[in-house]
């Protein structure tokens, strides 16, 4: 079936380094891809997200590009500041519509030091 | 405009017994869906309503039921709480534009005892 691996947490980095998150998917057809990011206590915030191969999806100096050959949708920022830390979960949608169930990774907590 | 509400936002409950928990989805959108977020875990889907009926499911046993309102808003119901019921609990809502994709709740915690 279809599923979601990322990078097992927790990542831990000092502000203004650079950031990446690796996630890797399994999927037939041509899914969705999702980064949803987990504020302590809080529900899902959707990051970004990509439909189709070679898309790049960005938002708030976060940016993941849709690399069909490799299957993967990794989540990378320049430069992140503490209030980047949080729970990051990759996840897919394994049809191109908002109403079919998400297929979630486990997460990756990441902590930034000022 | 108010996005995914849900009630209440923590719960306590006892092994065997029963618990209903509440969402209101984002204005505008009609389809609704709980997922089951264990500590440390992702989220995992459990079912989704349209149109007031139950149009998906995830792999999760009849002690979970739902129902959908005319407005739209939803309910999870949890028969015979086991210990590992305990999580977070999240509802996303969805809408007309597909490409946008689902919007979540701050989630209910559930803790059974």
Known sequence: GDSVTQMEGPVTLSEEAFLTINCTYTATGYPSLFWYVQYPGEGLQLLLKATKADDKGSNKGFEATYRKETTSFHLEKGSVQVSDSAVYFCALSPRNSGNTPLVFGKGTRLSVIA | ?113
Do not use: M
């Open chain 2, 1 to 113: 405009d108010a996005g995914v509400t849900q009630s209440p936002t923590h719960l306590i409950k006892t092994r065997g017994q029963q618990v209903t928990l509440r969402c209101s989805p984002k204005s505008g959108h009609d389809t609704v869906s709980w997922y089951q977020q264990a500590l440390g875990q992702g989220p995992q889907f459990i079912f989704q309503y349209y149109e007031e009926e139950e149009r998906q499911r995830g792999n999760f046993p009849d002690r979970f039921s739902g129902h959908q309102f005319p407005n739209y808003s939803s309910e999870l119901n949890v028969n015979a709480l086991l210990l590992g019921d305990s999580a977070l609990y999240l509802c996303a809502s969805s809408g007309w534009d597909r490409s946008v994709g689902q919007y979540f709740g701050p989630g209910t915690r559930l803790t059974v005892t």
